[in-house]
Structure formats: C-alpha cells, structure tokens
C-alpha cells in the first residue's frame, strides 16, 4: 500500500492536513479539528444541511454536524465560498489529515486556472510548483471536462417566484437558471427561435455564468408592459470557444504577480500606555490599563480597522431579482486623487472588494467640515 496523498492547505486561514482525494465530491474536516482552530466564531458561521446524505465508498452513512463557507487558497488561487463539511470524528482514526480536499474544489480551481491559462496550464510554473496529488487532481478534472461535447447546449430559464416585468420601452437584465456545465464560464447566448412574448426581444450575446445565473439583457420595444414567469424558456446557451484569432492578434499568457508586505506593530497598546487616567483613583489605574491591553483587540488600531464581526448577519429584502444599475456620476478631475486614494484604502482594509454584480449604484462625493472628503458608496435612487 502506498502512502496517503496528502498536502497543507490554507482554509479560511488556517493550515489543515487534508487526504487528495478524487474519488469524493465534498471536501470535509474532523469536528476536532474545528472545534480547535475555529471555536472562536465557527459556531456562528456553521450552517446546517440536513438535506444532504453523505456516505462512505462502502455505502455506509458519515455523521456531520454542519458545513462552513470558507476561503481556501490552492496553487496561488484564492477560492472564496467554499463549502467544507464537519464531520464527527471516527472511534479509530485511519489517518494523520484532518480534512479531505474534494473535487468540489479541485474543481472550481482547476476552472480558475484553465480560465487564465488555456490549454497551457499543464505547462505552466503554477502546476510545476504545486503538489503532485494536486496536480493530479487537476488533470482529472481536464479529462473530464475534455469528455464533455464541445457543442453542448442548455436551456436557459426565468429565475425566482415572482414574474419579471419590463415596461414598455424598457431594457432589463434577467436573471436566469442554466446547467451546471456552464457554471464560472463564458456562454454564447441564442434566443429561441420560436421567440419570446410579444414585444420583447434579446439578441444574442456574450454572457458569464455566476454560480449558476446568467443575466440575459431583454428589451421591451413596446408601448405595454410584458410579463417573463418563472421558469419560462427563452434560450439557450451554448460554449464559447476562441477558433481563431484575427490578423495581428496574438494569445498573451496569464502571469503571476507577488505582493510583499509588512507586519506593523498594534499601536493600540501604545496608546493605552499614553491614556491620561488623572479621573481614576491611583490604586484602580493599573487595573484599568490592564483590562485595555487584555481587550486592546476591540479597539480600531487606524481609521482603516473596522474589524468584522460574524455574530450577525442582515438581507437586504428587494421588490424582485432584477438587478438595480445606476448610471456612473461624473467626478470633478480635481478630485481624482483623493477618490483614488481612498478607494485603494477601503481596498487595503477589505473593507470594499472587486466585484462584477449585476448591481451597481454611483458614488457621490461629500465634504466634511473639516474639509476633508468622504466617498459615500451605494446610494439608492432619489
């Protein structure tokens, strides 16, 4: 018998010994191992999934209490909301890992990877650095996706519980189900050739599928209003592929950048130190500079440390699921900047993050008194 494959992994953070395995569709972690590294706020994030049965390779139930959305970072790709199962912890241990890495994974990274470099992922530096059980994970996930026809088409359906409506003279992005197959790609959308309700009208176009959602730009060239159901057929999606590049244009191969950075000391135990504390009784200020170094981790160290809390969370309900996208306000140049500057400090923060959602809403500049600028993010329409 050979040895178990198995490779440290960065999930959510923290380094976990997991066992490649390719013969399983959910990665998972022992309950020791959570309640070990992520007792501080995983209870709070664990989600229940009773509706999911898992079961070994010999047919017999495997218990677990929950599942997590967690990031995990593989081959240089950080993969966000990724779901790890907790798993009981069996009476005898058959192995050193405490965590299993899945296809579910391999296989969103594998998609990553192939998106950046093509066909030449194989070749590149990405795949030569990294683990041999994880390599091979990602050739399997290459033969398997290579299996698949070339020409496969899929229907593409309303989304949600409640009808669509596109008034007269109206563009809207529908939200839109489609197969799995397309799922983190890019699909050539086709309209039916039967049409759609009359009035409306899509053309065909270039679309991303984001987990499992297409948003399809339909125009209502009418004067009344027009009614898309749920789960109404109004396309299909087929795959997009480069066949051939015009003239003059040639394929630049994906490339890696590294980021250095430096650790910087808590200033807040600085400035507990410094706390002026002439309104305490002599004998109490040691206690109370004691019990702020003890809790200096609550206090905001720059104007930049919002901190992050996982106690709560809050939905914003809307009126339907067509997306809401405002038109872009214009910025005085003379503040180009200050706007740039600030915005790469929510960045730096992770305050804000990139993103490519259908929703949009401008940002508006806002002077305090003291002159300096604010950046109000997401107003919703006057």
Known sequence: MSSCPTIDVLIGGVS??????????????????????????????????????????????????????????????????????????????????????????NRRCYRELFGGCGPALFESHLLAEAPGPVRKALQQCHRVDGQAPSDFHGTIRVCGKKAVRIPGGFMKLVASTCPEQFAGQNALFEPTESGLPAGLLASPSLIQVIRGTAYIPVVNVGTTEVLLYPRTSFGTLSRAQVVSLPAGV????????????????DPVPDRVDALDLSTVGEGERSEVR?????????????EGDMGCTHLISHDIPLLDDVPLRQRYRRIPPSEYEAVKAHINQLLESQVIRESSSPYASPIVLVRKKDGTLTVVRGLPPS
């Open 290 to 302: 004691a019990l702020l170094r003890k809790y200096s981790s609550v206090f905001s160290a720059h």
């Open 250 to 265: 040639t394929k630049v191969q994906a490339t890696m950048a590294t980021v250095s950075s430096q650790t910087v000391s």
């Open 16 to 105: 976990v010994s997991c066992l490649v395995d390719t013969g399983s569709m959910v990665s998972t972690m022992t309950e020791q191992f959570f309640l070990e590294k992520f007792a501080p706020w995983g209870q709070e994030r664990l989600q229940s999934c009773h509706w999911l049965q898992l079961r070994a390779a010999n047919g017999l139930a495997i218990p677990y209490i929950g599942y997590l959305e967690l990031e995990v970072e593989l081959c240089g790709q950080v993969i966000p909301s990724c779901g790890i199962l907790v798993v009981r912890d069996p009476p005898a241990p058959v192995s050193s890992a405490t965590g299993i890495l899945g296809m579910n994974i």
